[in-house]
Structure formats: structure tokens, C-alpha cells
């Protein structure tokens, strides 16, 4: 982190072309070349993979988690082939939505090759994640490698050893194959930064893929990965796993390790930042988690809790109980994603699981806390990153760091007031939750569907979790449809933020793009909310088609 009176003196611009053609670099030895892109590319490049790779590509890195690791670890595919299949996808991704900063080629390969020559020796996986190619997001360490953070100043830092996570999956046979954007100050729920640029919406290039983890969304929905790792403090995790219609997941804090990550300024943590996986299916989230988990991580990072994956049943003797937050009585959701809500509920009812409505409770007071303490700084840590290399400020950096009126230098005994209401509201809220006795909560992931580029300023529905620590995980439902999606236009709205939201909407521009909900347990509920979900998506048949 450069201080002011040694700032970098290489204009910005020029760091930032060094990065975007180190990235071109990486691409470049790939070998084969990965296939051109079409110059006039359409708004919805979902489906131009499909079009431009080969046959055998296709198939691998369009097979599920579950399928893969069967097939690795039983030697039907190598590891060296799925690893060539996904770096040729990620890299024709990149070409569509500017979602990686490095192909990670040539240790990728060296990795694959080493697991298929432990496979022929001994015959069998090295782990239970043998050969299965994993992204990464680039503030998370790989030792060698830059770990920037979005900030130009931090452009030549570089981690010295892999952050702790990676270590376990690495043990566990996987294979790092590349590394995914993320924006400017990691404190976006938009994903764009001066080193690498906008990463855009596979579904359509006029929205957001999301943020912070926006790179691993992209590339996920474009199946450039099947399993990435993201990081969430406020939404990261959820919302572009929203976004992009796939699946992620925000764990509790300390059960995934964090060791070895850029992020904040030592100190900040009082409201605790996490990573989690995101994925293209239900199953690579529970892979992720239980390998992790099973590897005993607190053994050598102290601050991990030491719980070990606990295997939920779901109860026979009784209906579940799911309650549903429709709103969260600041902002209203926009029309898809109610709709969301609806088809899922109608659908629980009739196969006899009880449905209670959830009450929001206070939940704008959780903004005033955890917008509070993202910044006890005032946010003088984060405005030197970036004045300090002479960058500008993106859009939703000057949103969040100097038109929020929430962001003050604190006294000592200012984060002392915020942390006992930060702690009383987590008291607050676990009785709310007892008082409806229910097993997880339904609820948006946002206030709508993915946005325009530079308009996602509403956090609350994924950072009122964060402050609660509790473990939320974002889902696919549906599909936006503009002609069953209208915004009602005699409701009054709850708020200004509310008629704000409302202004957003833009049925034409938005249809087809995906609808996601969120699914939220309790502290330390990780296994249950997956294993709920688990049931709920064999049970109703979840995502639904679009003629939902």
C-alpha cells in the first residue's frame, strides 16, 4: 500500500495497459489458440461458446461438478484435458465479458500433469477435488502472483505464499486455472476497476454482471469454470451469483479460511468478510465446503471455528418451515423477482411444506450499523489507494466512499457505540426469529434483477445478512418475462430509496435475464440451508423453465 510520500510515479494509464497486456500475455500461451470471437457480438452472449469451441471442449466444460469429479477420479477423463477444456473456455469468455485478469496456462497444466502421473502410479484420486480446474478471484494470494484488489497502487504487490483456502483445495487435488476481475475497492456490487476495465453481463452486455466477485459470476454462467471462489462482505457472493443465474453461497464467518487474501486495512473488521464458493450447479457448493471443512483448517489458522461438517437431515416427524420476507419495508422488490417468490411458495405449499410470512425488522436500522462500520477510517484507507497512484474514482467508489453520509472517521468510542448496536440488533433479531420458529428464511438476493451498468446502490438485501452473520445462499429460479413482469403504478412507494428502485425498472431491457432468490439459515446453519435447498430443488423442480 503506497503511502503519500512514496507514490507511484508511472502515470496510471501506463499500469494499466502493463496489466491488460500481461492478461493478453497469459492468453497467448494457450495452446491451441482459443477460437476468434465474432467482431458484431450480439447483447446476449450466453450462447456463443456453444458456436465458436470444438466438440470435445463442449462437452467437458459443459459437464456438472458431480460429473466431473466422477469422471476424474476414475480416469475417464484426465486431468490435463479438462484442465486444456476449461482454460480454452475461460479464455473465449474473457474475449465476451473482460471476466479474468491471467490465464493461469502454464502451472495449470503443470498441476494436471502431475495429478494424472499420482493417477497412473497409484490408481486412484489424490483427493476428493482430483483434477477438477477451480477459479480464483484475483485478491485472493497465489504465490508469485499480483494481488492488486482493483487498485492500480497496489499493482505490483505480490502474495509470498497461496492464501490458506487454496493450500487445502490444492491438497485436495484441485487445479487453479485462472483469475477472475473484481472492482476497485472490492466494495461494489458491480464489478469494473481502471486495471481491467468493465466486466459485462453474459445475458446482456448493458447490465451488470455483479460485485464484487462480478469476474466469477461471468465466467461461471459462461462455464469458463464449474467452481470458483469468491468473497462477500456485504453481497459479493450472492449478487452476482444472482446476477448470472448460478448458484453461491455466503458462509458463517471463520469456517472457511481466509489467510493470504487482500482486503481491507488491518483492523477493519468489525463486520466480518468471508469466502465461499460459487458454482454452476446446487452440488459444487457442498463439494467446496465439506472439503474444506473436512480438512480440519482451524488446526492451522486459529481463528477458524473448529465445527466439522455436520450432515443435516431433513426432519420426518414434521413439515419444514420456511418463511418468506417478501420485502424488507425500505425498498419493494421489482416485479420478477415477487414473481420469484410466488412461484416458489406456490409451489412449497403443495408438497406440504408450511410457508410463514417474515416480517422485515428494522432492517434500515441494519443499514445504519454495517454502513457505519465498513469504514470507521471515514474511508481514508481506501481514497489513498486510489488518489495515491493518481487513478480515478469509478462510479460506485465515489458512491460508496464520498456520497455515503453513513462514512466517518469513528473515535474509539464511536466503533464502541457501533458495535454494541451491531450487537444488540443481532440479539433483536434472533428473538424476531424465534418468535416465527422457522427453519430458513426466503428472500430476495436485491431489489431486482441484474441493473444497469453504475445504478446497484442497494445493498440491504444481501448486507443485512452480513451484519447478522448468518449464512445466505443465492439460487436461480426463473427467467425474467416483460409481459408478466409490470411494475403496479398506483403503489405508493415505502421510501425515497424505494421510488428510486422503482425508476430502475426497465421490463424491454431486463426480459430474459435471470430471476434468483436467496435462501438464509441462522449462525452456523451452513449445512442446513444447503441441505434444505437440496430438497426443495428435487422437490419443486427447481430452476423453472421460462414459461414459468
Not at 450466453?46 to 466422477?70: C, H
Not at 479438462?82 to 473482460?98: I, K, P, Y
Not at 460485485?211 to 457472493?237: N, T
Request: charged residues 20%.
Amino acid at each position: 500500500m503506497p503511502s503519500k510520500k512514496a507514490k507511484i510515479q508511472r502515470p496510471w494509464q501506463d499500469i494499466a495497459a502493463e496489466a491488460q497486456n500481461y492478461r493478453a500475455s497469459t492468453i497467448a500461451q494457450l495452446t491451441p489458440k482459443p477460437p476468434g470471437i465474432p467482431q458484431d457480438l450480439p447483447k446476449d452472449v450466453s450462447e456463443v461458446p456453444g458456436n465458436v469451441l470444438d466438440t470435445k471442449t463442449l462437452s467437458i466444460t459443459n459437464l456438472g461438478v458431480d460429473e466431473l469429479v466422477a469422471s476424474l477420479s476414475t480416469g475417464q477423463l484426465t486431468s490435463v484435458e479438462v484442465t486444456q477444456a476449461f482454460l480454452q473456455r475461460a479464455a473465449v469468455s474473457q474475449g465476451l465479458v473482460n471476466c479474468i485478469t491471467e490465464l493461469l496456462t502454464s502451472q495449470a497444466l503443470k498441476q494436471a500433469q502431475d495429478l494424472d502421473d499420482y493417477f497412473a502410479k497409484h490408481k486412484r484420486p489424490i483427493g476428493p477435488l482430483h483434477g477438477l480446474p477451480i477459479s480464483v478471484k484475483e485478491h485472493i494470494g497465489i504465490e508469485g502472483l499480483r494481488c492488486t484488489t482493483g487498485y492500480v497502487s497496489s499493482w505490483d504487490r505480490i502474495a509470498k505464499e497461496d492464501a490458506h483456502v487454496l493450500q487445502v483445495l490444492r491438497s485436495a487435488g484441485a487445479v487453479f486455472h485462472c483469475r477472475t476481475t473484481e472492482p476497485q475497492t472490492m466494495m461494489h456490487l458491480e464489478t469494473d476497476s481502471n486495471l481491467w476495465g468493465v466486466t459485462n453481463n453474459p445475458y446482456n452486455k448493458n447490465v451488470t454482471s455483479g460485485g464484487s466477485s462480478g469476474g466469477e459470476g461471468a465466467l461461471l454462467a459462461l462455464r469458463g469454470s464449474c467452481l470458483g471462489i469468491g468473497s462477500d462482505v456485504g453481497g459479493s457472493i450472492r449478487n452476482p451469483a444472482a446476477n448470472c443465474g448460478i448458484y453461491g453461497i455466503k458462509p458463517t464467518a471463520f469456517r472457511v479460511p481466509t489467510d493470504g487474501w487482500g482486503f481491507t486495512m488491518a483492523g477493519a473488521d468489525a463486520i466480518d468478510s468471508v469466502l465461499g464458493p460459487m458454482s454452476t450447479s446446487l452440488s459444487g457448493l457442498k463439494l467446496f465446503m465439506k472439503t474444506v471443512i473436512d480438512a480440519q483448517p482451524w488446526l492451522t489458522e486459529p481463528a477458524i471455528v473448529p465445527m466439522p461438517w455436520r450432515e443435516y437431515k431433513i426432519p420426518d416427524d414434521r413439515p419444514l418451515r420456511v418463511g418468506v420476507l417478501w420485502h424488507d419495508g425500505v425498498v419493494r422488490p421489482h416485479p420478477p423477482i415477487t414473481r420469484g417468490l410466488t412461484l416458489v411458495t406456490d409451489q412449497l405449499k403443495k408438497h406440504g411444506i408450511e410457508v410463514v410470512d417474515f416480517p422485515p425488522h428494522l432492517h434500515d436500522e441494519a443499514w445504519a450499523i454495517i454502513a457505519s462500520l465498513y469504514f470507521p477510517d471515514g474511508g481514508a484507507w481506501d481514497i489513498e489507494a486510489i488518489e495515491s497512484s493518481g487513478e480515478p474514482f469509478r462510479p460506485l467508489s465515489s458512491f460508496i466512499l464520498k456520497e455515503n453520509s453513513l462514512v466517518k472517521a469513528l473515535s474509539v468510542g464511536e466503533i464502541s457505540y457501533w458495535m454494541e448496536e451491531r450487537e444488540l440488533y443481532r440479539k433483536e433479531y434472533a428473538l424476531h426469529w424465534n418468535k416465527f420458529d422457522i427453519d430458513v428464511l426466503l428472500c430476495p438476493v436485491g431489489p431486482g434483477v441484474a441493473p444497469k451498468h453504475n445504478t446497484a446502490k442497494y445493498w440491504s438485501y444481501t448486507s443485512q445478512w452480513n451484519l447478522l452473520n448468518y449464512p445466505g445462499v443465492s439460487f436461480p429460479v426463473t427467467r425474467v418475462d416483460k409481459e408478466k413482469d409490470v411494475l403496479e403504478k398506483k403503489v405508493k412507494p415505502m421510501s425515497g430509496l424505494d421510488k428510486s428502485n422503482r425508476e430502475l425498472w426497465d421490463a424491454e431491457e431486463f426480459h430474459g435475464l435471470p430471476v434468483s432468490l436467496q435462501l438464509v439459515g441462522r449462525r452456523f446453519d451452513d449445512e442446513k440451508v444447503l441441505a434444505v435447498l437440496e430438497h426443495i430443488t428435487k422437490l419443486i423442480g427447481l430452476p423453472f423453465g421460462n414459461g414459468s
